[in-house]
Protein backbone atom coordinates (compact mmCIF):
# COMPACT_ATOMS: atom_id res chain seq x y z
CA UNK A 1 0.00 0.00 0.00
CA UNK A 2 1.76 2.92 -1.28
CA UNK A 3 1.59 6.02 1.27
CA UNK A 4 1.82 9.82 0.42
CA UNK A 5 4.27 10.53 -2.41
CA UNK A 6 5.52 13.31 -3.69
CA UNK A 7 7.82 14.97 -6.40
CA UNK A 8 9.90 16.19 -6.94
CA UNK A 9 12.19 15.52 -3.48
CA UNK A 10 14.14 18.55 -4.09
CA UNK A 11 13.79 21.46 -6.32
CA UNK A 12 15.95 24.98 -7.11
CA UNK A 13 14.10 27.84 -8.59
CA UNK A 14 14.98 31.69 -8.87
CA UNK A 15 13.09 34.27 -7.51
CA UNK A 16 10.06 35.58 -9.99
CA UNK A 17 9.49 32.22 -10.98
CA UNK A 18 6.69 30.02 -10.57
CA UNK A 19 6.76 25.95 -9.14
CA UNK A 20 4.42 23.23 -9.27
CA UNK A 21 4.56 20.65 -6.68
CA UNK A 22 2.88 17.11 -6.46
CA UNK A 23 1.11 15.11 -4.28
CA UNK A 24 -0.69 11.33 -4.42
CA UNK A 25 -2.61 10.50 -1.48
CA UNK A 26 -2.31 7.49 0.41
CA UNK A 27 -4.67 4.39 -0.72
CA UNK A 28 -8.35 5.59 -0.22
CA UNK A 29 -8.01 8.64 1.44
CA UNK A 30 -9.45 11.96 -0.52
CA UNK A 31 -8.46 15.02 1.12
CA UNK A 32 -5.38 16.68 0.74
CA UNK A 33 -3.96 19.08 3.16
CA UNK A 34 -0.36 21.62 2.23
CA UNK A 35 1.57 22.53 4.97
CA UNK A 36 4.60 24.69 4.54
CA UNK A 37 7.67 23.55 7.07
CA UNK A 38 10.13 26.64 7.45
CA UNK A 39 13.99 25.23 8.80
CA UNK A 40 13.35 25.09 12.93
CA UNK A 41 9.70 25.72 12.63
CA UNK A 42 7.00 23.65 13.15
CA UNK A 43 4.90 23.11 10.04
CA UNK A 44 2.33 25.95 9.21
CA UNK A 45 -1.26 25.10 7.19
CA UNK A 46 -1.25 26.35 3.88
CA UNK A 47 -5.11 24.88 2.26
CA UNK A 48 -6.93 21.87 2.30
CA UNK A 49 -8.63 20.11 -0.78
CA UNK A 50 -11.84 17.75 -0.58
CA UNK A 51 -14.28 17.09 -3.67
CA UNK A 52 -11.80 19.13 -5.86
CA UNK A 53 -12.03 22.58 -3.96
CA UNK A 54 -10.53 24.66 -1.07
CA UNK A 55 -12.28 23.59 1.88
CA UNK A 56 -9.85 25.80 4.36
CA UNK A 57 -6.91 28.06 4.05
CA UNK A 58 -4.53 29.08 6.09
CA UNK A 59 -2.62 32.73 6.02
CA UNK A 60 -1.11 32.48 3.00
CA UNK A 61 -0.89 34.72 0.36
CA UNK A 62 -2.83 34.04 -2.95
CA UNK A 63 0.54 33.37 -4.35
CA UNK A 64 -0.19 29.63 -3.11
CA UNK A 65 -2.89 28.32 -5.11
CA UNK A 66 -3.41 24.56 -5.34
CA UNK A 67 -5.58 21.92 -7.20
CA UNK A 68 -7.33 19.05 -6.31
CA UNK A 69 -8.40 15.88 -9.65
CA UNK A 70 -10.80 13.79 -9.38
CA UNK A 71 -8.28 10.66 -8.91
CA UNK A 72 -7.67 13.01 -5.57
CA UNK A 73 -4.29 13.87 -6.01
CA UNK A 74 -3.37 17.37 -5.77
CA UNK A 75 -0.84 20.16 -7.08
CA UNK A 76 0.67 22.87 -4.90
CA UNK A 77 1.35 26.30 -7.29
CA UNK A 78 3.53 28.94 -6.13
CA UNK A 79 3.41 32.05 -8.49
CA UNK A 80 6.22 34.98 -8.10
CA UNK A 81 8.98 32.73 -5.70
CA UNK A 82 10.57 34.96 -2.96
CA UNK A 83 13.38 33.65 -0.77
CA UNK A 84 11.21 33.28 2.09
CA UNK A 85 9.12 30.98 0.16
CA UNK A 86 12.27 28.57 0.95
CA UNK A 87 11.30 25.57 2.68
CA UNK A 88 9.99 22.15 3.09
CA UNK A 89 6.32 21.81 1.78
CA UNK A 90 4.56 18.53 3.02
CA UNK A 91 1.00 16.79 1.74
CA UNK A 92 -0.73 15.03 3.83
CA UNK A 93 -3.64 12.95 2.93
CA UNK A 94 -6.88 11.83 5.20
CA UNK A 95 -10.11 10.41 4.95
CA UNK A 96 -13.29 13.14 4.87
CA UNK A 97 -14.77 13.23 8.20
CA UNK A 98 -12.38 14.67 10.78
CA UNK A 99 -13.35 12.74 13.63
CA UNK A 100 -10.63 9.63 14.47
CA UNK A 101 -9.13 9.68 11.22
CA UNK A 102 -5.27 10.67 11.38
CA UNK A 103 -3.23 12.46 8.54
CA UNK A 104 -0.59 10.62 6.91
CA UNK A 105 2.35 12.82 5.58
CA UNK A 106 4.54 12.46 2.53
CA UNK A 107 8.19 12.90 2.51
CA UNK A 108 8.16 16.50 1.28
CA UNK A 109 9.44 19.01 -1.45
CA UNK A 110 12.47 20.79 -0.39
CA UNK A 111 11.95 24.11 -2.27
CA UNK A 112 15.44 26.76 -2.59
CA UNK A 113 14.53 29.82 -4.12
CA UNK A 114 17.68 31.89 -5.01
CA UNK B 1 -6.80 32.24 18.50
CA UNK B 2 -5.62 28.51 18.26
CA UNK B 3 -2.26 27.78 19.14
CA UNK B 4 0.05 24.83 20.39
CA UNK B 5 3.16 25.49 22.23
CA UNK B 6 5.94 23.05 23.07
CA UNK B 7 7.89 23.82 26.20
CA UNK B 8 11.62 22.81 25.22
CA UNK B 9 13.12 23.65 22.03
CA UNK B 10 15.97 21.54 22.32
CA UNK B 11 16.20 18.04 25.01
CA UNK B 12 19.69 16.54 25.09
CA UNK B 13 19.98 13.03 27.45
CA UNK B 14 21.89 10.11 27.59
CA UNK B 15 20.36 6.36 26.96
CA UNK B 16 18.10 4.75 29.37
CA UNK B 17 16.93 8.43 30.70
CA UNK B 18 13.17 9.39 31.14
CA UNK B 19 11.57 11.54 28.31
CA UNK B 20 8.81 14.04 29.11
CA UNK B 21 8.16 16.93 26.29
CA UNK B 22 5.37 19.36 27.28
CA UNK B 23 2.79 20.80 25.01
CA UNK B 24 -0.04 23.15 25.83
CA UNK B 25 -2.74 24.23 23.65
CA UNK B 26 -5.72 26.47 23.33
CA UNK B 27 -8.50 25.30 21.17
CA UNK B 28 -12.36 25.85 21.36
CA UNK B 29 -14.87 23.20 21.56
CA UNK B 30 -13.60 19.63 20.49
CA UNK B 31 -9.95 19.36 20.08
CA UNK B 32 -7.81 15.94 18.68
CA UNK B 33 -4.10 15.69 19.56
CA UNK B 34 -1.51 14.12 17.95
CA UNK B 35 2.40 13.66 18.70
CA UNK B 36 4.16 13.28 15.32
CA UNK B 37 8.04 12.57 14.92
CA UNK B 38 10.50 13.59 12.38
CA UNK B 39 13.15 11.21 12.10
CA UNK B 40 16.53 12.77 10.37
CA UNK B 41 15.85 12.53 6.49
CA UNK B 42 12.47 11.28 6.61
CA UNK B 43 8.51 12.27 6.89
CA UNK B 44 6.41 12.92 9.63
CA UNK B 45 5.10 9.94 11.63
CA UNK B 46 2.11 9.17 13.88
CA UNK B 47 3.34 8.34 17.37
CA UNK B 48 0.07 8.81 19.12
CA UNK B 49 -3.15 10.15 19.30
CA UNK B 50 -6.05 11.19 21.38
CA UNK B 51 -9.95 11.36 20.49
CA UNK B 52 -11.84 10.80 23.17
CA UNK B 53 -11.87 8.62 25.98
CA UNK B 54 -9.12 7.20 28.33
CA UNK B 55 -6.98 10.05 28.83
CA UNK B 56 -3.58 8.41 28.69
CA UNK B 57 -2.66 6.80 25.58
CA UNK B 58 -0.29 4.83 24.45
CA UNK B 59 1.47 4.75 21.13
CA UNK B 60 4.53 3.36 19.15
CA UNK B 61 8.04 2.78 20.18
CA UNK B 62 6.82 2.64 23.66
CA UNK B 63 5.96 6.24 23.86
CA UNK B 64 2.56 7.50 25.97
CA UNK B 65 0.82 10.89 26.11
CA UNK B 66 -1.73 12.15 28.85
CA UNK B 67 -4.30 14.29 28.24
CA UNK B 68 -5.27 16.83 30.87
CA UNK B 69 -7.80 19.02 30.04
CA UNK B 70 -8.57 21.08 33.00
CA UNK B 71 -4.24 21.94 31.99
CA UNK B 72 -5.12 22.21 28.28
CA UNK B 73 -1.80 19.61 27.67
CA UNK B 74 -0.92 16.48 26.12
CA UNK B 75 2.60 15.66 27.34
CA UNK B 76 4.46 13.02 25.89
CA UNK B 77 6.58 10.58 27.67
CA UNK B 78 9.20 7.53 27.16
CA UNK B 79 10.42 6.07 30.59
CA UNK B 80 13.59 4.69 28.93
CA UNK B 81 15.18 6.07 25.66
CA UNK B 82 17.30 4.99 22.87
CA UNK B 83 19.71 6.68 20.99
CA UNK B 84 17.82 5.89 17.50
CA UNK B 85 14.50 8.01 19.26
CA UNK B 86 17.06 11.28 18.19
CA UNK B 87 14.43 13.08 16.25
CA UNK B 88 11.94 15.64 16.25
CA UNK B 89 8.93 15.93 18.04
CA UNK B 90 6.01 17.98 17.14
CA UNK B 91 2.86 18.33 19.28
CA UNK B 92 -0.52 19.04 17.10
CA UNK B 93 -3.98 19.97 17.25
CA UNK B 94 -7.15 19.54 14.95
CA UNK B 95 -10.53 21.04 15.35
CA UNK B 96 -12.52 21.43 12.37
CA UNK B 97 -12.10 20.05 9.13
CA UNK B 98 -9.11 18.46 9.50
CA UNK B 99 -6.27 21.81 9.99
CA UNK B 100 -3.26 20.50 11.88
CA UNK B 101 -1.96 23.27 14.25
CA UNK B 102 1.74 22.41 15.11
CA UNK B 103 3.84 22.87 17.78
CA UNK B 104 7.35 24.40 16.88
CA UNK B 105 8.52 20.77 17.35
CA UNK B 106 11.37 19.68 19.98
CA UNK B 107 14.59 18.21 19.14
CA UNK B 108 15.59 15.64 21.56
CA UNK B 109 19.01 13.96 20.82
CA UNK B 110 19.78 10.97 22.77
CA UNK B 111 23.69 10.47 23.63
CA UNK B 112 25.18 6.27 23.69
Known amino acids: DAGVTQSPTHLIKTRGQQVTLRCSPK?????VSWYQQALGQGPQFIFQ???????QRGNFPDRFSGHQFPNYSSELNVNALLLGDSALYLC?????????????FGQGTRLTVV | AQSVSQHNHHVILSEAASLELGCNYS??????LFWYVQYPGQHLQLLLK??????LVKGIKGFEAEFIKSKFSFNLRKPSVQWSDTAEYFC??????????FGAGTQVVVTP
Open chain 1, 92 to 104: ASSQEGYTNTEAF
Open chain 1, 49 to 55: YYEEEER
Open chain 2, 27 to 32: YGGTVN
Open chain 1, 27 to 31: SGHDT
Open chain 2, 92 to 101: AARGSWGKLQ
Open chain 2, 50 to 55: YFSGDP
